[in-house]
Structure formats: C-alpha cells, structure tokens
C-alpha cells in the first residue's frame, strides 16, 4: 500500500469563502481521486484528476464549483469555492496505478469541513 | 451508480467468523468485485478483490459464487476493531491509463460485540 495525507484534517469556515484541500501520495501515481462523504451517507465521486489534464467531473459536480489541480504525480489540490453549509462534508482523496504500490485505490483520511 | 444489494446492518460476536454477503446479479464478465471497509471518521480501507476465483489474503477471504451473481466476504475471526461499515463494488477494470471509477453504495454497518 501507500501513504495518502491531507491537509488540513478538519476546518470550520464561513458562507462565501473558499478552501483549498491539499493530497499527498508517498509515491508516483497515474490516478488521483477526490470524493464527498456528506453527514450519514456513503461516498460520491467528485472527480478524477490525472496529471497533464484536465480533471474528469462527476454529473452534478462542475469545475467551477470544486476546481482542481494536479501539477504532478504525487500531489493534488481540490478548491471548494463560495461555500454553503451545503458542502460541510468530509472530502477524501485517493490514488491509484497499475502496479504496485498502488495496484489498487487507496485513500487519505479526509478533510473534515464545515461551513458556518 | 451502485450495482450491488447489502444488508444494512449485522452483529458478530467477538472471535467468530464475519460472513458478509453482497448480490451483485447484474455483474458483467469485465466487472471485478472489491471490498473496501471504513471505520468512524477514517478514510475507506481496501480489503480485497477478485474477479471469479476465490481469494484469501491477511485480513479476508472472498468468496464469489460460480455465477459470479454474489458473493460473500469473510473474516474469520472478528475483533472488536472489525467495526465498521462494509462496501461491496463491482468495477470494470480497464487497459491502458482508464481505470474503473469506484461507486459506494451504503454498506453494511457491521458491530463487532465483546
């Protein structure tokens, strides 16, 4: 396996603000993920974030909304613009390749948001 | 979205085998089938995956039947710390730079009892 961190862990923020979620992977991967747990539910996709393109987007999730960069192999960003305390969620990232040590998807242990 | 039917919830005493099951009748013959699991406030953990045969590893074994329409996953022997809510996932996994995204369903919420 692999060592996926974020940062922050956990923050409270006002309506209107924007933050900005940083993913660690302790190795090169082809494939980043970025996910939403919201309170009592299970995981949706946000988007895929492959280095030297443009991210993929989920239906129901655009760009302008949840921006992300992906500069390279090991490290990716995911911005929450103009938040509500719609998007208080917990935001996970994940990282997966072909081979090992990432022959599967592994993920961080989320960003917990909340938004006053 | 989700292929895959789980029940909600399930209770296992401490020491005996887990058997959680997962229906996945819609599976298709490129569709892997993948265990992840997620205890309070942490990030989902892989457990193990397969494609038809059976497979064992150190935590689990996975057990998917001949018409690959579900399969069961096993702990054999559950601890207190196995609390957690259960993911099955069927996922086409692919050639080249694509890979299969994962799709959650809602689990089972299996509780480990002393």
């Known amino acids: 396996s692999a060592v996926i961190s974020q940062k922050p862990s956990r923050d409270i923020c006002q309506r209107g603000t924007s933050l900005t979620i940083q993913c660690q992977v302790d190795s090169q991967v082809t494939m980043m993920f970025w996910y939403r747990q919201q309170p009592g539910q299970s995981l949706t996709l946000i988007a895929t974030?492959?280095?030297?393109?443009?991210?993929?987007?989920e239906s129901g999730f655009v760009i302008d909304k949840f921006p992300i960069s992906r500069p390279n192999l090991t490290f990716s960003t995911l911005t929450v613009s103009n938040m509500s305390p719609e998007d208080s969620s917990i935001y996970l990232c994940s990282a997966e390749d072909r081979g090992p040590p990432l022959d599967t998807q592994y993920f961080g242990p989320g960003t917990r948001l909340t938004v006053l | 979205d989700a292929k895959t039917t789980q029940p909600p919830s399930m209770d296992c005493a401490e020491g005996r085998a887990a058997n959680l099951p997962c229906n996945h009748s819609t599976i298709s013959g490129n569709e892997y089938v993948y265990w992840y699991r997620q205890i309070h406030s942490q990030g989902p953990q892989y457990i193990i995956h397969?494609?038809?045969n059976n497979e064992t590893n150190e935590m689990a074994s996975l057990i998917i039947t001949e018409d690959r329409k579900s399969s069961t996953l096993i702990l054999p022997h559950a601890t207190l710390r196995d609390t957690a809510v259960y993911y099955c996932?069927?996922?086409?996994?692919?050639?080249?730079?694509?890979?299969?995204?994962?799709?959650f369903g809602r689990g089972t919420q299996l509780t480990v009892w002393p």
């Open positions: 397969g494609l038809k």
């Open positions: 996932i069927v996922r086409v996994e692919l050639r080249g730079s694509t890979l299969g995204r994962l799709y």
């Open positions: 974030a492959n280095q030297g393109s443009e991210a993929t987007y």
